[in-house]
C-alpha cells in the first residue's frame, strides 16, 4: 500500500521537498495527549532537534506539548513557536556561555546537567544575574539500547551524562552552590527503541538511584527519562501512529514515584517521523551492467539518515502503476555513499516521476546541508498546498 498524497498540487513544487501530512501530526500528538492523559504526573516535551520547521514547531506547541533543547538555537526556535519557557528543559555536553545566559534570561524550567564543570559556569552565570537557576543532573545509566551503535547515549562509554558513581558527589557540590536549585534526575539511553525492556532497564536503574538519594533524604521533584521511542519505518501506512499507549504504560508499570514527583519525557522521532516523506523527482533511469538505477534530484544533502546510519526509509514511486521492478534509488551528489535505498522495488520508474521517501519527518529536514553548494531543500505543510 502507497501512502496517500495530494500529487496534482505536489506537480506544482519544485523538487526536492519536505511534505508534512498535518493531520497525521495532529493524530499522533492527540494520541499522545490521550495516553498521557491516563497517568498523573506525566509530562511530555518535544525535543525539537528531530524537526525544527517553524509550521510543524507551531502545530506541536499549540498541542500543549513542552520543548527540550538541546542548543541556543533550538531555545529560540521554540519559543518564537510559542512554547512558554517554564515547559522548556535544555540538555547538551557543551552549553556555551550565550546559551546558559539565554535559558537564564528566558527563565527555562530545567538546565540538564552534564558535569561539574558545567555547573559552576551555571553557578557563576546566574549569580552575576542574580538568579537561580534550576537544574537536573543528566545521569548517564550505563544501559544499552537495542539499537543502531551510533544512537546509543546511556552507555558508560558514551559522552553524555554523569556516572552513576559521582551522582552523590555532584549532589554535594552542588549544594554548596546558592544560585543552582537541585530539581531532578535527567536520562536518555537513546534513539529509535522499540524494545520496552530497555525502558524497563533504565526504569530499575532510576528505581536504585531512587532509593540511594532515599537513604541520603533526598527527594527531587521531577524524573526527566528522555525520550527514545521508535517508529516503524517498514510499514509507515499500517503502524502510523507510534505504540504511545505500551510506551507509558511501561514507565507506569515499572517506575517507582516518589508522591508529588513529576515524570517528564522527551520524545522526538515518535512525534514527528511518520508525518514527513521527502518528495523528489527522478532525473535519469541508467541501466548498469548488474542494475538498474533511479537517480533522483534529492540527495545525502536532503536526508542524510541512510549514508550516516545505513537507516531504512520506504521508497515508493508515487505516480506510476507500471510494473514492478528493480532499482538502487540515489541521488546526485558525488559520494558513493549517496544511497537511499539498494535493490528497491518500484512501480516501474521513467524520467519525471515522483519518488516519496517516507517517515522522514524526524532527523530528515533539520540535518539538511549545503554540501555541493546545493540549496536546502523547503518544508511544506498540507495547509500550504
Ligand atoms: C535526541 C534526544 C531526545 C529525543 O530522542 P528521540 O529518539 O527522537 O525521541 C530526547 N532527549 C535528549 C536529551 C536527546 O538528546
Excluded at 499507549?245 to 514527583?261: C, E, I, M, P, V
Amino acid at each position: 500500500m502507497k501512502g496517500k498524497f495530494p500529487i496534482d498540487k505536489f506537480q506544482e513544487i519544485d523538487t526536492p521537498f519536505y511534505y508534512y501530512d498535518t493531520q497525521l501530526l495532529r493524530q499522533t500528538l492527540n494520541a499522545i495527549k490521550a495516553e498521557v492523559s491516563k497517568h498523573e504526573g506525566f509530562v511530555v516535551h518535544y525535543a525539537i532537534k528531530a524537526n525544527a520547521n517553524p509550521k510543524v514547531l507551531n502545530i506541536i506547541a499549540q498541542s500543549g506539548l513542552g520543548a527540550d533543547c538541546v542548543s541556543g538555537g533550538e531555545i529560540k526556535a521554540s519559543l518564537s513557536a510559542g512554547f512558554p519557557a517554564d515547559k522548556i528543559v535544555y540538555a547538551g555536553v557543551g552549553k556555551a556561555d550565550w546559551e546558559i545566559n539565554l535559558g537564564l534570561d528566558k527563565n527555562i524550567f530545567c538546565f540538564n546537567v552534564e558535569s561539574i564543570a558545567e555547573l559552576e559556569v551555571i553557578e557563576e552565570l546566574a549569580s552575576i544575574r542574580n538568579k537561580k537557576a534550576r537544574v537536573a543532573l543528566r545521569i548517564n545509566p550505563d544501559v544499552g539500547a537495542h539499537t543502531h551503535s551510533n544512537i546509543t547515549t546511556g552507555l558508560a562509554e558514551n559522552k553524555f551524562g554523569i556516572a552513576m558513581r559521582d551522582m552523590e558527589n555532584v549532589i554535594d557540590v552542588m549544594s554548596t552552590m546558592p544560585h543552582v536549585e537541585f530539581i531532578g534526575l535527567h536520562f536518555h539511553i537513546g534513539s529509535q527503541i522499540l524494545d520496552m525492556g530497555d525502558f524497563v532497564s533504565l526504569c530499575n536503574r532510576i528505581n536504585d538511584l531512587q532509593k540511594q538519594l532515599i537513604r541520603k533524604r533526598i527527594v527531587v521533584p521531577n524524573i526527566n527519562v528522555g525520550g527514545g521511542l521508535g517508529i516503524d519505518y517498514t510499514h509507515p501506512n499500517r503502524v502510523a501512529i507510534p505504540d504511545f499507549k505500551s510506551y507509558f504504560d511501561t514507565y507506569a508499570r515499572h517506575l517507582n514515584l516518589s508522591h508529588g514527583q513529576t515524570l517528564h519525557f522527551e520524545l522526538g522521532r515518535a512525534v514527528v517521523a511518520q508525518c514527513g516523506s521527502l518528495i523528489t523527482r527522478t532525473l535519469y533511469v541508467k541501466q548498469g551492467t548488474a542494475k538498474q538505477f533511479a537517480i533522483v534530484d534529492a540527495g545525502m544533502t536532503d536526508l542524510i539518515r541512510p549514508a550516516l546510519y545505513q537507516a531504512y526509509h520506504k521508497i515508493e514511486n508515487i505516480t506510476s502503476d507500471g510494473p514492478i521492478a528493480t532499482y538502487d534509488v540515489v541521488g546526485p551528489i558525488c559520494e558513493s555513499s549517496d544511497v537511499f535505498g539498494k535493490s528497491v522495488d518500484l512501480n516501474e520508474t521513467r524520467r519525471g516521476d515522483l519518488i516519496a521517501l517516507r517517515s522522514s519527518g524526524a532527523y530528515g529536514e533539520i540535518m539538511a546541508s549545503q554540501y555541493n553548494c546545493r540549496k536546502l531543500p523547503v518544508g511544506y505543510i498540507t495547509e500550504d498546498l
